[in-house]
């Protein structure tokens, strides 16, 4: 990134300029872009910091740039050699950052736009690049959904906005990345990247920014741009780590003797051998969470290439990720393989290309569903639920049955056998060409091919003995393909013109965008063996086997513009506009505008300011726009399909003929695309999001202190959302356009920069604030529904006037402890001394049904992160903090951990209320069938959140130059890292990190409850990085 | 140069491209699900919609039978009783409010109000949908005639429909278009007489292009013939006047009557014993049938399900000893007041049915007391060894259960009874014909046709002596005569679902407190059903029935 190359070769034979660039601490700087000021001649810095030019005369002006650096300007005035000692830029002003379809000086910006750079990336050995969002920039909720490996992670960029799938729009070099079908949480998407590759991360915060995305840009747009080759040697580049994954944090459940306490508190006669010391004494003492749990490996190893000169330059890759879970049946395995390069075949015609292809292998145990059942079929759950009195194993090997109704947890674990794989080719080539000076055409190919797998195969099994029947006699196999196609070509139009003082930059460009899906689902319930290699579908019964398949597919086509102008680059000012035309959309609809407008004034630039030394750069942004989102609907659903399935009879004897019907609710078959829609609704069209942003830009003392502050406010109008109509329409749920949801918030980072020759210091924060809206729902609050906990009761629900998917249940107020509070207080059905007093919250005297009400918020008010980077002489240490605050979790595992006998328990519970123990905190346990403690849904088992995290420490070693110089390696750093150090918490489960349900098809709302997800680990890790 | 040659290239790229991505690049087709504006285009297709409109009838695909409700909604009138769960018990107030039914505890949430509702309203939609696709599409002339034939079939289904709910609700929601975005919640209610005046255009079109049921043939029996619609017309026609308060078109419907009668397509040759048999479910009796069986899907005809009584038959048709009942809600159980109207009196007389001249007393219900096998019925025991139940749903309160349409023997499918049911017959036809004749004072027609009826349902008992023809015809006249043919109409057509509707267009809705003044039934009130409660949430120019 960051080179030029002589685009205006010839008729320079005026002067020749060289000289050396060197950084701080008077090394040689590599990449510096030396620019004629005012032409576009220019040139590059190599490896020993030295550069030469050819000037048109002795009397120019010269430009000196490089990212990190504060911008030069040095007049020739006939000088022939001219040194440079580049001061380095907290506040990088002369950074050219990625917006969609071009780049801005980050000077010029005037939407939100947040930045993760280089630097930030290579800090941070995560194998998932939406991890390496979470806490680097303001505005974006970064939510682990589970700690297995390959899951998905839950990115929000300034909240909500919408009731069904929000997921950003991640853009990579310029080329929308399809995320195939098929549910969030396969890997198919972002997560094939190789973090890596990247060379830096931008994200579209606000409509003035994304509004050039059009109809796909509302959720927030992140831009990637992967790493290029360099002019100059070549580099050969070395990354490799290892590390360990423990589990964080144990929780803790009744060991052997604190689970005879506990049963013989609540006078558990079912299990003689608590009542019998002698036999008990023989039991053993079982640590599930140890069984459960292993120390698992991480490894990375990737291999870089790259170099090229002034014609041409290229970046090869290869890289393995590999883990195992700490449930150690789960895993993930992705190797990339990167192909990046561009080459100037003539001096008006550049060519490139990057490509990427991916195979990632993801193992899955079974993790949090709804349902008891489900829930508990669960390795993690089990690891907390089982008895300590039971080992995994029996004397032969086999699954031991439980003493209670409880999976044996290493069963579970041990069966598992749920395979995810994915193969994705994504990338694109280009060409660019330049004339007339100032325009540039460049049209860019970009495919993004992608074929994923499910495999889910159950064998036979039997735990002898199990009070659960955990059985399945006949083995069943599950296995389904889909391929995804997508296809895009643009062609970009660039203007780019300075007079004087004014600088116009123009923008038009066109795209077509296809995409196409097939998939194809087979099942066998009836496989003939266990065996690996009878794992197919040939080894089972052939009547048996069942298959499905279908398509889906969309079109569009938009076009766009974009103007920014600046006069002096003191004001300044960005309008854009594009029209997109969807195949989602009936004729009617297909078409939408999509117009946004930023402005900005560096006041630092005014005459008045020009004697404040302190204050260095001073911005004040404002930006309005409109952006659209048709993520969360299908295909088709405009049109009313026929369904064929509506069959009668005629004749005698009796004879089927088939029958078709339209519009009607008949159930949709697995990923059947548009077939759920039921009635067409011609009307539809995408949802639209305008927000307005005002920010400030401020940096002091050189640039070594800066500040950014946002304010926004976005505002949903015709939300898109599955509605309900009157039953005399005689049809099921159509999707609508309809709904309001409104989200206002700010936005705060800070930095600051030290450098005193071998010691440097670096810190930089953010936190961000977003209240949620839900005004309007078109009248339809009792659909939104989420969170199932037990049938007919769900833990969260999305109502006008509320947040999204906010958690509702009764309140309660402590333990009734006697008779007089329990006349006292307002009637509650079943209560006894030593249960949970509800409270009346309609004030009616009794309570009812009526008096749920809403208990908190599965969403964080507040995020924050924070980075410190400490450096001296070779000795780098990075402490990265991370949290979220203002939030509450249901723990559904604690509510099961805090039940009847049976299952085992949470320490919490030796303080439940009984007659032995009237003091106590808790209510009585007893019977779940009688009393309400257990059974309503209550903040008894919402748990605030909140937390600060360590998420990484990182300690680095550069072997000094004097070193590596000698056995020919130009750089060699070592370091050791430590991620998810700490956590402080109040939370009593795993993690308080937990974002979505990973089910296969989750529900967009059912967010926030704990049923056993999987935790994160910690991990330790001890790495190399190598350049020759 | 160089750059004019460039641009020359570019001009001509750029002009491509926008020239490639003009509508049709966007114009795509739903796989799999065609679209309903573009899928009727010949005759082969257009049956398959209304294939369909039939299926309307039957499942709606949503493990539901569509019109289970028609019998339970009796539950309300004399003839029949709730016969399910105990009255009280939670699950049945939740789910089976059909129990409300019996004493007129209807609420506005009544789940089987909400059901009559949702698979009419089902129904319709479907229909309109059907016509509208049908209607976007030209077809070749030479297919032209019977296209015309097939969208007056799914007319005359609808009207059915708009029928039932007519008779249930009052004013409803009218519309014979598929319905907008805008239109979704706007909806108000329609006079009773715009609904009727759509029932009486659709049938009156229907029956000048309907074939006769010989016309169809064996293979396609159960499909909408003339005679269906020309019934269904008279019945609504004698209904909407009375509700009305004016005079019915008598004429029109004893003329629609008699053309059927005149067609010689049906006959009442067949003894009620054997036509609510499987073996007989092809009767030439049948008028209007839907047509179920259970081997092509259990669901379809699971309206035995609630509707009938629990069987202890095995697969083979025998009692099983330990008499446990199986299968079936047996929501409809038959009235005390209905089983004596045959002369059956409470008793544990084996003899009394052999003294039932009437042999539909014999077919219309059975007591609890006895079993059927071997073709006849056995009194068994004493009141205190009634049946036990294995199901859930029952308690084998009732005494009476109604006997048409049980299942012979233990199906192999688990709701099945396998046997059409049977929505028009042509016994129904003639009542009709009879009242009409009586109300255009030709007395004599209406005793000839009323004791049509008589003759079949006294044929075994005049047969083997136990009583002659003239002593069960009927020859009163007057007041009188008109009383009996609607006696008959009751006797007839017992436990089939009419006789509420019966009684409330001729205003006699009264008898039913004057028989069991325990009940809530008030008047201006129960004559409806209320709207569905959450009808009334989402659309707001609804209105409530009054009362509710």
């Known amino acids: 990134m960051g080179f030029y190359f002589l685009l205006n070769q010839y008729g320079q034979d005026g002067f020749t300029v060289r000289g050396t660039i060197t950084d701080e601490f008077d090394q040689p700087l590599i990449g510096v872009n030396i620019v004629e000021k005012g032409t576009t001649n220019g040139a590059v810095t190599d490896l020993d910091g030295n550069y030469t030019i050819n000037v048109s005369g002795p009397d120019v002006t010269l430009e000196f740039s490089s990212i990190g650096y504060l911008s030069e300007q040095v007049a020739v005035d006939g000088q022939s050699v001219i040194n440079m000692n580049m001061v380095p830029s907290m506040e990088e002003l002369s950074e050219v950052v990625v917006v969609g379809y071009g780049t801005q000086k980050k000077a010029d910006l005037t939407s939100a736009i947040s930045t993760v750079s280089t630097e930030t990336i290579q800090e941070?050995?995560?194998?998932?690049?939406?991890?390496?969002?979470?806490?680097?920039?303001?505005?974006?909720?970064?939510?682990?959904?589970?700690?297995?490996?390959?899951?998905?992670?839950?990115?929000?960029?300034?909240?909500?906005?919408?009731l069904g799938?929000?997921?950003?729009?991640?853009?990579?070099?310029?080329?929308?990345?399809?995320?195939?079908?098929?549910?969030?949480?396969?890997?198919?998407?972002?997560?094939?990247?190789?973090?890596?590759?990247?060379?830096?991360?931008?994200?579209?915060?606000?409509?003035?920014?994304?509004?050039?995305?059009?109809?796909?840009?509302?959720?927030?747009?992140?831009?990637?741009t992967t790493k290029r080759g360099k002019a100059g040697e070549m580099k050969v580049n070395l990354n490799a780590y290892y590390g360990i994954q423990t589990l964080a944090r144990k929780i803790d459940v009744l060991d052997k003797a604190q689970y005879r306490e506990y049963n013989l508190i609540v006078d558990n006669d079912e299990d003689t051998d608590l009542h019998d010391p002698e036999a008990y004494a023989q039991l053993p003492d079982y640590d599930w969470q140890d069984e459960i749990f292993d120390n698992s490996p991480i490894s990375n190893v990737q291999l870089s290439i790259s170099g090229g000169d002034e014609n041409s330059n290229y970046m090869m890759s290869i890289s393995n990720n590999a883990q195992t879970g700490m449930v150690n049946t789960s895993g993930y395995n992705r190797t990339n393989f990167r192909l990046n390069s561009d080459h100037q075949v003539r001096n008006w015609l550049k060519v490139g290309e990057s490509f990427m292809v991916t195979y990632s292998n993801r193992d899955r145990v079974q993790e949090s569903g709804a349902g008891y059942s489900s829930i508990t079929a669960n390795p993690v759950m089990a690891a907390l639920l089982s008895d300590p009195l039971t080992e995994a194993y029996n004397d032969l090997g086999e699954w031991n049955y439980m003493r209670t109704a409880t999976f044996n947890g290493a069963g579970l674990r041990d069966r598992a056998n749920y395979r995810y794989q994915n193969k994705k080719m994504n990338g694109s080539v280009y060409s660019e060409i330049s004339f007339l000076n100032d325009f540039k055409f460049r049209t860019n190919l970009g495919v993004d091919y992608n074929t994923g797998e499910v495999r889910e195969f159950l064998p036979a099994f039997e735990v002898i003995g199990s009070p659960r029947n955990e059985a399945q006699l006949v083995p069943t196999l599950k296995q389904n393909t889909i391929n995804t196609t997508y296809l895009i070509m643009e062609n970009i139009l660039t203007y780019n013109r300075t007079f004087g003082k004014h600088s116009f930059s123009l923008m038009a460009a066109s795209t077509v965008e296809s995409w196409d899906q097939y998939f194809i689902e087979g099942k066998n319930n009836s496989m003939l063996s266990n065996a690996d290699n009878f794992r197919y579908f040939d080894a089972g019964d052939p009547d048996e086997i069942t298959l499905d398949g279908g398509a889906d597919y969309w079109r569009m086509y938009s076009y766009l513009g974009r103007a920014t102008y600046n006069f002096d680059e003191r004001y300044l000012l960005t309008a854009s506009v594009r029209q997109d035309a969807s195949s989602k959309f009936g004729p009617e609809n297909r078409k939408g505008v999509f117009p946004a407008f930023s402005?900005?004034?560096?006041?630092?630039?005014?005459?008045?300011?020009?004697?404040?030394?302190?204050?260095y750069n001073g911005k004040i942004r404002f930006g309005w726009g409109q952006v659209g989102n048709q993520s969360t609907i299908g295909t088709f659903r405009y049109t009313t399909p026929i369904a064929i399935n509506a069959n009668y009879l005629f004749g005698i004897p009796k004879t089927i003929y088939s029958g078709v019907t339209a519009g009607l609710n008949y159930p949709a078959g697995y990923g059947s695309p548009g077939s759920s829609g039921i009635p067409g609704n011609k009307?539809?069209?995408?949802?639209?999001?305008?927000?307005?942003?005002?920010?400030?830009?401020?940096?002091?003392?050189?640039?070594?202190?800066?500040?950014?502050?946002?304010?926004?406010?976005?505002?949903?109008?015709?939300?898109?959302?599955v509605t309900s109509v009157p039953l005399y329409t005689g049809s099921g749920a159509p999707t609508v356009n309809g709904g309001k949801i409104v989200n206002n918030g700010y936005e705060l980072e800070v930095g600051f920069h030290k450098s005193r020759g071998v010691f440097n210091f670096d810190i930089s924060a953010n936190m961000s604030h977003i209240k949620t809206d839900v005004v309007d729902l078109a009248g339809q609050s009792d659909l939104f529904n989420s969170n199932r906990i037990t049938a007919g009761n769900e833990a969260s629900r999305t109502i006008e006037g509320g947040g999204i998917a906010d958690f509702w249940g009764y309140k309660t107020d402590g333990i009734f402890r006697s008779l007089e509070e329990l006349k006292e207080g307002p009637y509650q059905s079943n209560a006894q001394i030593g249960d949970v007093r509800f409270v009346d919250v309609n004030g009616d005297g009794i309570i009812t049904g009526d008096d749920q009400t809403v208990l908190g918020s599965p969403i964080p008010n507040y995020t924050f992160g924070l980075s410190a980077n400490t450096q001296y002489k070779n000795i780098q240490l990075n402490l990265f903090f991370q949290g979220n605050a203002d939030y509450q979790i249901y723990n559904n595992t604690y509510r099961l951990m805090m039940g009847r006998y049976g299952l085992n328990k949470h320490v919490d519970i030796l303080n439940s209320w009984s007659w032995g123990n009237p003091d106590a905190e808790l209510p009585v346990v007893q019977d779940n069938s009688r009393h309400d403690n257990l059974v309503l849904l209550s903040d008894r088992w919402l748990q605030d959140a909140s937390y600060l995290r360590l998420q990484t420490a990182t300690l680095s070693y550069i072997l000094p130059d004097n070193l590596t110089s000698k056995i020919r390696i130009s750089n060699v750093k070592i370091y050791v890292t430590v991620q998810n150090v700490f956590l402080l918490t109040n939370y009593k489960g795993f993690d308080p990190e937990i974002g979505k349900s990973v089910s296969w098809k989750p529900d967009p709302l059912d967010m926030g409850v704990d049923n056993g997800n999987y935790p994160m680990p910690r991990t330790y890790i001890a790495g190399f990085n190598l350049t020759f | 140069m160089r750059y004019i040659k460039i641009l020359t290239i570019l001009s001509l790229t750029a002009t491509m491209l926008l020239q490639s991505c003009d509508e049709s690049f966007l114009e795509l087709d739903q796989p799999i699900?065609?679209?309903?504006?573009?899928?009727?285009?010949?005759?082969?297709?257009?049956?398959?919609?209304?294939?369909?409109?039939?299926?309307?009838?039957?499942?709606?695909?949503?493990?539901?039978?569509?019109?289970?409700?028609?019998?339970?909604?009796?539950?309300r009138s004399d003839d029949t009783d709730y016969a399910?769960?105990?009255?009280?018990?939670?699950?049945?107030?939740?789910?089976?409010?059909?129990?409300?039914?019996?004493?007129?505890?209807?609420?506005?949430?009544?789940?089987?109000?909400?059901?009559?509702?949702?698979?009419?309203?089902?129904?319709?939609?479907?229909?309109?949908?059907?016509?509208?696709?049908?209607?976007?599409?030209?077809?070749?002339?030479?297919?032209?005639?019977?296209?015309?034939?097939?969208?007056?079939?799914?007319?005359?289904?609808?009207?059915?429909?708009?029928?039932?709910?007519?008779?249930?609700?009052?004013?409803?929601?009218?519309?014979?278009?598929?319905?907008?975005?805008?239109?979704?919640?706007?909806?108000?209610?329609?006079?009773?007489?715009?609904?009727?005046?759509?029932?009486?255009?659709?049938?009156?079109?229907?029956?000048?292009?309907l074939p006769l049921r010989s016309d169809y043939g064996d293979a396609m029996y159960g499909r909408i013939t003339k005679a269906a619609a020309q019934t269904l017309l008279a019945k609504a026609l004698i209904t909407e006047a009375e509700i009305d308060g004016s005079s019915p078109n008598w004429q029109e419907a004893y003329d629609l009557c008699r053309e059927v009668e005149l067609s010689g397509e049906y006959n009442l040759n067949t003894l009620h014993e054997d036509m609510w048999k499987v073996a007989g479910q092809f009767s030439s009796e049948f008028i209007l049938d839907i047509i179920v069986d259970e081997a092509f899907d259990s669901e379809k005809d699971s309206y035995i399900h609630g509707l009938s009584p629990r069987y202890y038959f095995d697969a083979n048709g025998v009692p099983k000893h330990d008499r446990k009942l199986e299968f079936g809600f047996g929501i409809s159980g038959i009235t005390e007041d209905m089983a004596n109207q045959y002369g059956y009196y409470q008793g544990y007389d084996s003899l009394q049915w052999v003294n039932l001249t009437d042999s539909r007393g014999k077919i219309t219900f059975w007591t609890r007391w006895e079993r059927y096998t071997d073709e006849q019925y056995i009194i068994v025991d004493e009141l205190t060894s009634r049946p036990e139940t294995t199901n859930p749903h029952a308690t084998d309160d009732a005494n009476y259960y109604l006997q048409k349409y049980s299942r012979e023997k233990l199906a192999t499918l688990y709701w099945s009874a396998g046997s059409n049911m049977h929505l028009i017959r042509y016994a129904e036809t003639l009542l009709i014909a009879a009242e009409a004749a009586y109300y255009l004072g030709n007395e004599e027609e209406a005793r000839r046709l009323v004791n049509m009826i008589r003759e079949r349902a006294f044929r075994p008992a005049i047969n083997d002596g136990r009583t002659t023809l003239a002593e069960v015809e009927i020859n009163s006249s007057g007041k009188q005569l008109l009383e009996d043919i609607w006696q008959e109409r009751r006797l007839e057509l017992a436990g089939e679902g009419d006789r509420f509707y019966d009684l409330k267009r001729t205003h006699r809705l009264h008898i039913l407190k004057e028989k069991k003044p325990e009940i809530l039934f008030q008047e201006g009130k129960h004559e409806l059903l209320p709207i569905p409660a959450s009808e009334l949430a989402l659309a707001p120019n609804l209105t409530q029935n009054p009362g509710y």
């Open chain 1, 599 to 615: 402005a900005g004034w560096r006041f630092t630039q005014e005459e008045f300011m020009q004697d404040v030394d302190w204050i």
């Open chain 1, 683 to 721: 009307g539809l069209t995408w949802e639209t999001t305008m927000s307005t942003n005002f920010g400030l830009d401020l940096s002091f003392f050189k640039g070594s202190v800066s500040f950014a502050a946002d304010w926004f406010q976005k505002e949903n109008i015709d939300m898109l959302l």
């Open chain 1, 165 to 224: 799938e929000a997921q950003p729009l991640y853009v990579v070099d310029g080329i929308p990345m399809s995320s195939a079908g098929g549910g969030a949480d396969n890997g198919f998407g972002i997560n094939s990247l190789n973090p890596n590759d990247i060379e830096s991360i931008q994200i579209l915060k606000d409509a003035s920014a994304q509004a050039i995305y059009g109809s796909r840009g509302s959720n927030g747009v992140i831009l990637i």
């Open chain 1, 124 to 162: 941070t050995p995560l194998s998932n690049t939406q991890s390496l969002l979470q806490g680097k920039a303001s505005g974006v909720k970064v939510m682990a959904n589970s700690g297995s490996p390959g899951s998905s992670v839950n990115v929000t960029i300034r909240g909500n906005l919408s």
């Open chain 2, 33 to 75: 699900y065609p679209a309903l504006e573009t899928y009727y285009t010949d005759s082969a297709t257009a049956f398959e919609g209304l294939v369909g409109c039939y299926n309307s009838f039957t499942n709606y695909n949503t493990g539901e039978t569509t019109l289970r409700y028609i019998w339970d909604l009796d539950i």
């Open chain 2, 84 to 209: 399910g769960n105990p009255r009280g018990v939670v699950e049945e107030q939740n789910y089976y409010k059909a129990s409300g039914f019996a004493n007129f505890d209807i609420l506005a949430d009544n789940v089987h109000a909400y059901g009559v509702w949702e698979v009419c309203y089902n129904g319709v939609n479907t229909i309109n949908k059907y016509l509208e696709g049908m209607n976007s599409t030209s077809f070749p002339v030479s297919q032209q005639p019977l296209v015309e034939q097939y969208k007056a079939e799914a007319k005359v289904i609808r009207s059915y429909f708009y029928f039932l709910l007519v008779k249930n609700f009052g004013p409803v929601v009218l519309y014979t278009n598929s319905l907008s975005q805008d239109e979704w919640y706007s909806q108000s209610r329609q006079e009773e007489s715009l609904v009727y005046a759509q029932i009486f255009k659709d049938l009156r079109e229907a029956k000048e292009l």
